[in-house]
C-alpha cells in the first residue's frame, strides 16, 4: 500500500511523463493495472490507447466514446455488427445528448477488423469506408454477406493498403475489379478461397496494384495464366498459391523471369508442382528467404538439390511429405548456413545420421519439424539439443523412440525452447519431463497420448514451466486431480487446455481448474467421473473461456448448465454433444449465451424435438454454425430452418 506522501508524488508527474511511464507497459494485464489506480491514471490510457479489441457489442458506443484517438479496432468477435450498427455509431456514441459525433474515433482509424461480420453489407461498408478517411487496412475475412456490392462499397477507401478478404465467397472478378481499380495503392491483398475468382480479375489486379508487395491466392481455380499476370509484379515479395489445382511447371517459369524483388513463396500442396517447376522458381530468385514446398513433391531430385546450392540467404525450408535422403541432408546444410526453419513432416528417408549432418552447420536452426519421423532416436535429438541451442520451437509428434535420455539433452542446452510437440511418443515418461521442465520458456507443450506420464511428471511442469499457455494432456490416463492441482498452482497463464479422456479427474480436478482465470479454450470429453458441482466451478472461475468442449460428460447436470449460461458469457463455441442437458438447461444455455456462434448438439438424449426447436430460436440471430442429430432434419419445424438458413447460419447434420 503506497503511503500518503507516496501517492502525492506520483500523482504530481506531468502528463507527458505519465503517457511514457504507460507506452513501456507490454502487458495488457499491466495496462489494465494502471488505468485502474485513480482518474488521471484512466484519463491517460484513454488518451493513449491506440487499439481496441471489442469482446461484447453492447459496449462499443461507450467504448468509442472512451478512447477517441483509436488507431485500430477489431471487431472481430462482434458477428452480429450490421449496417444498422454502424450508422448508429457514426450518428452519434454512447447515450444521451451529449455524446461525440463520429469524428471523435473514425477520422484517425487505420485499421479495421470487421472479420465474420455477416450481417454487414454495402451500405454500412460505405459509411465506413466514406468516414474514416485514413483507414489503410481492413479484414473481411469470412464474411459470407461480402460480394461484389459490398466490394464497391470498400473501393471508396482509396487510402487503403492492406485488403483481407479470405473466403469471401460470393466476391467474383466483378468485384475485384472494382478494389483494383479503387484502391490503387494497395500492397497487400489476401483472396484465399475466394473461389469464383478467375485468370479474368487477377490480371486486371495485376495492371492496376502495381505495388503489390504480398499476394495470397491459395486455394483458387486460378491457371497459369495468372501467374503470367503476377510475374510483372516488380515489388511483389511473398506469393501464397498453397492448394491451386490448375497450376503446374509451366506456370511458374513465368514466376522464374519475373518478381525479381520474390522472398517468399508457398507451393505447397499443388499437385501439378513438381521439382522442375521448384527449380525455375530457385534459379530466378537466388535472395529466396523462404520455400514452402510441403505435399507437392514425391522427392528432392539431385537437379534441384543442385539449385539449391545458390539460396545462400534462405531462411525457412518446407519439404512435408518428401522422399529425402542423406546426401540431400548434406547438400542442405553446407549451403543453407542461414536456415532458422526446417520442416520436414512426414518426410521418408529421415534417419539420425542426415539430422546430425543438417544440425552439424545449421546451428541457427530456430524451428524444427520432424513429425512421424519414425525412425528418429535420442541420438538425432542430443545432437539438435547440443548444436541448435537456439532452437524455440521442436515437433516430434509420433516419434516413438524418443525417451528421456532425449529429453535430458534438451532440458540441458535449449533453454529457449518455447514449444514442443511430444504427442504420442511413448517413450515419454515422469523423469522425462523432469528433465524437460528446466526449459522455463515453455509456452506451449503437447503430451497427447503419452502414457507412461502422471501427477508426478506434470508437478514438475507446474513446479518450473510457468510461463504456459497451452497444454495438450489428451487421453494421458495416468492424469488425475493432483496432477491439475499442481497446474493450477503454477501455470497461472494457462489459456488453451485439453485434458480430455483423462478418467481420473474429478470434480475436484475442475475446481483447481477454476482457479485458471486466463483460461479460454477448454476441451474434457468423456469426464465420467465429473458432475455439475465441477462444472459450475469452472463457470464461476474461468470468466474468459471462450471454447468449451465437453462432449460424452453424461453425469453433469442442469445445476452445472445453469451456471454456464449465467458465468460464461464470453462463450462462443461449445461442444455439449451426448450430454444430458435437459430442455430447459438447453435454452437457457442457448438463449442467455450473447456471444455463442458455434455449438454441437448432437445425440441429447434428455431434450425433445421442442426443447432444440425452442433453444435454436432463442440464439437464432447470432449463431453461426450448429451441429445436430440427422434425424432432427426430418423432425424440426420448417420455419426455425429457413430462419437459420436465412440468416447466414450452417447446419451440419450427424
Given at each position: 500500500m503506497l503511503s500518503f506522501q507516496s501517492s502525492k508524488n506520483v500523482l504530481s508527474l506531468t502528463e507527458d511523463l505519465l503517457v511514457r511511464i504507460y507506452e513501456l507497459l507490454a502487458a495488457e494485464s499491466d495496462r489494465k493495472s494502471f488505468r485502474l489506480v485513480c482518474r488521471e491514471f484512466r484519463r491517460i490510457d484513454s488518451l493513449t490507447r491506440r487499439h481496441l479489441r471489442v469482446i461484447r457489442i453492447e459496449f462499443l458506443p461507450i467504448l468509442l466514446r472512451k478512447y477517441p484517438r483509436l488507431q485500430s479496432l477489431d471487431l472481430s468477435a462482434c458477428p452480429r455488427i450490421d449496417d444498422g450498427v454502424v450508422s448508429l455509431l457514426l450518428t452519434r456514441v454512447g447515450p444521451g445528448s451529449n455524446s461525440p459525433s463520429l469524428g471523435h474515433w473514425a477520422w484517425g482509424l487505420k485499421s479495421l477488423v470487421?472479420?465474420?461480420?455477416?450481417?454487414?453489407?454495402?451500405?454500412?461498408?460505405?459509411?465506413?469506408?466514406?468516414?474514416?478517411p485514413c483507414l489503410e487496412s481492413v479484414d473481411v475475412s469470412y464474411c459470407c454477406g461480402f460480394g461484389d456490392r459490398e466490394a464497391a462499397a470498400l473501393s471508396s477507401a482509396v487510402g487503403l493498403r492492406e485488403l483481407n478478404m479470405d473466403k469471401c465467397l460470393q466476391l467474383t472478378d466483378v468485384g475485384l475489379a472494382k478494389i483494383a481499380?479503387?484502391?490503387?495503392?494497395?500492397?497487400?491483398?489476401?483472396?484465399?478461397?475466394?473461389?469464383?475468382?478467375?485468370?479474368?480479375?487477377?490480371?486486371?489486379?495485376?495492371?492496376?496494384?502495381?505495388?503489390?508487395?504480398?499476394?495470397?491466392?491459395?486455394?483458387?481455380?486460378?491457371?497459369?495464366?495468372?501467374?503470367?499476370?503476377?510475374?510483372?509484379?516488380?515489388?511483389?515479395?511473398?506469393?501464397?498459391?498453397?492448394?491451386?489445382?490448375?497450376?503446374?511447371?509451366?506456370?511458374?517459369?513465368?514466376?522464374?523471369?519475373?518478381?525479381?524483388?520474390?522472398?517468399?513463396?508457398?507451393?505447397?500442396?499443388?499437385?501439378?508442382?513438381?521439382?522442375?517447376?521448384?527449380?525455375?522458381?530457385?534459379?530466378g530468385h537466388r535472395n529466396l528467404l523462404e520455400l514452402n514446398a510441403g505435399y507437392c513433391l514425391s522427392e528432392l531430385s539431385t537437379v534441384l538439390l543442385h539449385q539449391m546450392k545458390n539460396l545462400n540467404h534462405l531462411e525457412v525450408i518446407r519439404i512435408d511429405g518428401a522422399r529425402i535422403s542423406e546426401t540431400s541432408f548434406q547438400v542442405i546444410s553446407a549451403n543453407c548456413?542461414?536456415?532458422?526453419?526446417?520442416?520436414?513432416?512426414?518426410?521418408?528417408?529421415?534417419?539420425?545420421?542426415?539430422?546430425?549432418?543438417l544440425v552439424s552447420a545449421c546451428i541457427n536452426l530456430r524451428v524444427l519439424n520432424l513429425t512421424c519421423c519414425h525412425s528418429i532416436t535420442d541420438a538425432a535429438i542430443s545432437?539438435?539439443?547440443?548444436?541448435?541451442?537456439?532452437?524455440?520451437?521442436?515437433?516430434?509428434?509420433?516419434?516413438?523412440?524418443?525417451?528421456?535420455?532425449?529429453?535430458?539433452?534438451?532440458?540441458?542446452?535449449?533453454?529457449?525452447?518455447?514449444?514442443?510437440?511430444?504427442?504420442?511418443c511413448c517413450g515419454v515418461n515422469d523423469k522425462g519431463l523432469e528433465y524437460l521442465s528446466r526449459c522455463s520458456e515453455l509456452s506451449c507443450l503437447k503430451l497427447g497420448l503419452c502414457t507412461n506420464i502422471s501427477n508426478k511428471g506434470l508437478s514438475y511442469i507446474g513446479s518450473?514451466?510457468?510461463?504456459?499457455?497451452?497444454?495438450?494432456?489428451?487421453?494421458?490416463?495416468?492424469?488425475?486431480?493432483?496432477?491439475?492441482?499442481?497446474?493450477?498452482?503454477?501455470?497461472?497463464?494457462?489459456?488453451?487446455?485439453?485434458?480430455?479422456?483423462?478418467?481420473?479427474?474429478?470434480?475436484?480436478?475442475?475446481?483447481?481448474?477454476?482457479?485458471?482465470?486466463?483460461?479460454?479454450d477448454l476441451e474434457m470429453r468423456a469426464l465420467h467421473k465429473i458432475t455439475g458441482v465441477g462444472l459450475e466451478a469452472v463457470a464461476v472461475?474461468?470468466?474468459?473461456?471462450?471454447?468449451?468442449?465437453?462432449?460424452?460428460?453424461?453425469?453433469?447436470?442442469?445445476?452445472?448448465?445453469?451456471?454456464?449460461?449465467?458465468?460464461?458469457?464470453?462463450?462462443?463455441?461449445?461442444n455439449l454433444s451426448y450430454c444430458g442437458i435437459s430442455d430447459m438447461a438447453l435454452c437457457m444455455v442457448m438463449g442467455n449465451l450473447s456471444r455463442l456462434q458455434e455449438a454441437k448438439l448432437v445425440h441429447l438424449s434428455n431434450c425433445t424435438v421442442e426443447g432444440v426447436e425452442l433453444a435454436l430460436r432463442a440464439c437464432c440471430v447470432r449463431i453461426k454454425k450448429?451441429?445436430?442429430?440427422?434425424?432432427?432434419?426430418?423432425?424440426?419445424?420448417?420455419?426455425?430452418?429457413?430462419?437459420?438458413?436465412?440468416?447466414?447460419?450452417?447446419?451440419?447434420?450427424?
Open positions: 470487421l472479420s465474420r461480420a455477416t450481417g454487414l453489407r454495402f451500405s454500412g461498408l460505405e459509411m465506413l469506408a466514406r468516414a474514416c481499380v479503387g484502391c490503387s495503392k494497395l500492397e497487400k491483398l489476401s483472396l484465399k478461397w475466394c473461389m469464383e475468382m478467375t485468370d479474368l480479375g487477377i490480371d486486371l489486379l495485376c495492371k492496376k496494384c502495381v505495388d503489390l508487395k504480398y499476394l495470397d491466392v491459395s486455394y483458387l481455380k486460378v491457371t497459369n495464366e495468372s501467374l503470367h499476370s503476377i510475374a510483372s509484379l516488380l515489388k511483389l515479395e511473398v506469393l501464397g498459391l498453397m492448394a491451386c489445382p490448375l497450376i503446374d511447371d509451366v506456370g511458374l517459369q513465368f514466376i522464374e523471369r519475373g518478381c525479381p524483388s520474390l522472398k517468399v513463396i508457398d507451393v505447397s500442396r499443388c499437385e501439378g508442382v513438381s521439382s522442375s517447376g521448384l527449380i525455375f522458381v530457385v534459379r548456413k542461414s536456415l532458422v526453419e526446417i520442416g520436414l513432416s512426414k518426410c521418408v528417408g529421415v534417419t539420425n545420421m542426415g539430422i546430425m549432418r545432437a539438435i539439443a547440443y548444436s541448435c541451442r537456439s532452437l524455440v520451437c521442436l515437433k516430434v509428434e509420433s516419434c516413438n523412440m524418443i525417451t528421456e535420455k532425449g529429453l535430458c539433452q534438451l532440458g540441458s542446452f535449449c533453454l529457449l525452447l518455447e514449444e514442443i510437440d511430444l504427442t504420442d518450473n514451466c510457468l510461463k504456459i499457455h497451452e497444454l495438450d494432456l489428451y487421453r494421458c490416463t495416468g492424469i488425475g486431480d493432483d496432477g491439475l492441482e499442481a497446474l493450477s498452482n503454477g501455470c497461472k497463464k494457462l489459456r488453451k487446455l485439453n485434458f480430455s479422456y483423462c478418467n481420473e479427474v474429478s470434480d475436484r480436478g475442475l475446481g483447481y481448474i477454476g482457479r485458471l482465470e486466463e483460461l479460454s472461475g474461468c470468466k474468459r473461456l471462450a471454447d468449451l468442449d465437453m462432449k460424452h460428460c453424461e453425469k453433469v447436470g442442469d445445476s452445472g448448465f445453469w451456471a454456464l449460461a449465467y458465468y460464461s458469457k464470453n462463450l462462443r463455441q461449445i450448429v451441429k445436430l442429430f440427422a434425424p432432427l432434419r426430418f423432425m424440426l419445424s420448417s420455419e426455425i430452418l429457413e430462419i437459420l438458413h436465412a440468416r447466414g447460419c450452417i447446419i451440419r447434420w450427424d
